[in-house]
């Protein structure tokens, strides 16, 4: 039975937002009291967080489809629906999110760390919230926004300082399991370990993580064996252990032509040249071993490499061992730049960033691209006259009616707002005002209205002209 996966695809929902809702006030001797149709309360995000005590991405092999709750609709009586509920899901420390082209999103170093895998969708207005001076009585609400679908890729790399490699049996279990705590599976045939182990050592006053990784065999780096499942794992390592078996049985591999064969693996692999080195020649306690290991050792040291002849059976050399492997993270951490302070990075758009752009199509087609123009067509609900008509002001502000004239659209021409496989299409009339001409002063309702004092019709008429150059868009209702 599987117990340890360290990539999955995890397909992940956001919440929906729920609907605005319209609404009038209505009590006894005052039918009419206005407006007051809640907003729809925002959908719950997608988040990965890292937590320490979750080691594997199994839950999600298991369960790859994860989904937040949705907003709830807004009600009248001014009640706002509420937020959907924020899905958290854990995830182990070191985990890599993709897209399925392979592209990095965020890589989760560190207790705590989070990213926002599926953002949920914001809740529409309420006639509440669209009423104004000049729009006394909506008769309509915005649709909530969909929540994001994303399919995401998530890969384990894991986080320690220090990484044993070398042939199956070469005998890495045994020597984390004698310089740490962990009892990683230990057995005399090839691949016993199958999964990577990690265990903590403390060497005087430094305490390092050290990893086992599964036995790398010719090949590893294309897939073969165990290696390519894991050889990712020694990415994040600081130094790399050659765990060299000075008392193999096979007779055509010997401790130099099995450090050749595993530094091959790891140039092919990549992205691994520049981590300090050091050949353990493990086994001593058997005499053939001794005798294999004071021949090669020469060779090695002419090479450039620090050798330490230890026996994890016979606890030989382990402690010289464990206090040059702290050495090494001691200096690879003091090398490392210090982490700053988070900074907030504003990036302003340009002063000529229309936010959307027009495009006009082989065939004929124009086809309106923005966050804004599509956001607002997914908020509107067509079988209502009146919010048509208001998404049409909108688009009239943002200059959407301007850009297509200038992109040479006609009346009667074809329009397009979104992508290709979600688009609303329809037939462009050029207007003046767009839809406030052809409906009137809509949204005004002549119950409301009363004899006004001078000065109030004054500030009326200040609101009036202030809404025309204002964008409703940013107003957000929490």
Not at 6 to 18: I, K, Q, S, T, W
Not at 72 to 84: I, L
Not at 263 to 270: H, I, N, P, Q, T
């Amino acid at each position: 039975m599987t117990t340890f996966v360290d990539r999955v695809e995890l397909h992940v929902a956001a919440g929906n937002g729920g609907h605005g809702c319209a609404s009038v006030h209505r009590e006894k001797f005052k039918p009419l009291g206005g407006p007051d149709g809640g907003n729809g309360g925002r959908g719950g995000d997608v988040i990965l967080t890292v937590d320490q005590s979750v080691t594997t991405l199994l839950d999600y092999h298991h369960s790859p489809h994860r989904k937040a709750t949705n907003g709830k609709p807004g009600e009248g009586g001014n009640r706002s629906g509420k937020d959907g509920q924020d899905l958290v899901l854990p995830v182990p420390d070191g985990t890599v999110v993709l897209d399925r082209a392979g592209n990095v999103l965020a890589d989760l170093v560190g207790h705590g760390t989070s990213f926002v895998a599926a953002q949920g969708g914001r809740g529409g207005l309420g006639n509440a919230a669209l009423a104004s001076a000049r729009r006394k009585a909506p008769g309509f609400a915005l649709l909530g926004v969909p929540g994001d679908l994303q399919d995401i890729v998530l890969e384990l790399k894991t986080v320690a300082d220090v990484a044993l490699v070398g042939y199956p049996s070469a005998g890495k279990s045994s020597l984390i399991s004698v310089l740490s705590a962990a009892k990683p599976k230990i057995a005399d045939y090839p691949f016993t370990t199958l999964v990577p182990n990690l265990g903590v050592v403390t060497a005087g006053e430094t305490v390092y993580t050290i990893a086992d990784v599964p036995g790398l065999i010719p090949g590893a780096s294309q897939g073969k064996g165990l290696g390519l499942e894991f050889l990712r794992h020694v990415e994040r390592c600081s130094v790399l252990v050659h765990v060299l078996d000075t008392a193999t049985l096979e007779s055509d591999r010997d401790p130099v032509s099995d450090l050749d064969i595993i530094e091959a693996e790891l140039r092919e692999y990549g992205g691994l040249d520049n981590r300090p080195r050091i050949v353990v020649l493990n086994k001593i306690d058997v005499p053939d071993g001794k005798d294999l290991a004071e021949m090669v050792r020469p060779d090695l040291e002419a090479r450039g490499y620090r050798v330490f002849e230890v026996s994890a059976v016979a606890h030989m050399g382990l402690k010289e061992l464990s206090f040059a492997l702290a050495d090494l993270v001691g200096r690879a951490r003091a090398a490392k730049p210090k982490e700053e302070a988070t900074r907030i990075v504003i990036r302003p758009k340009a002063v000529d960033d229309t936010g959307f752009t027009v495009v006009r199509e082989e065939d004929g087609l124009f086809r309106v691209r923005g966050e804004k123009p599509e956001r607002w067509v997914r908020q509107t609900d067509f079988s209502n006259d009146e919010a048509v008509g208001y998404l049409a002001d909108r688009l009239n502000r943002l200059g959407v009616e301007e850009e297509l004239m200038k992109a040479g659209a006609r009346s009667g021409d074809g329009v397009a707002i979104g992508p290709e496989d979600n688009a609303v299409v329809f037939d462009w009339e050029p207007t003046v005002m767009a839809g406030a001409e052809m409906l009137g002063r809509r949204g005004e309702d002549h119950r409301f209205e009363a004899p006004r004092p001078a000065a109030q019709r004054r500030r009326d008429k200040q609101a009036e002209r202030d809404e025309a150059s204002q964008e409703f868009d940013d107003f957000e209702p929490f």
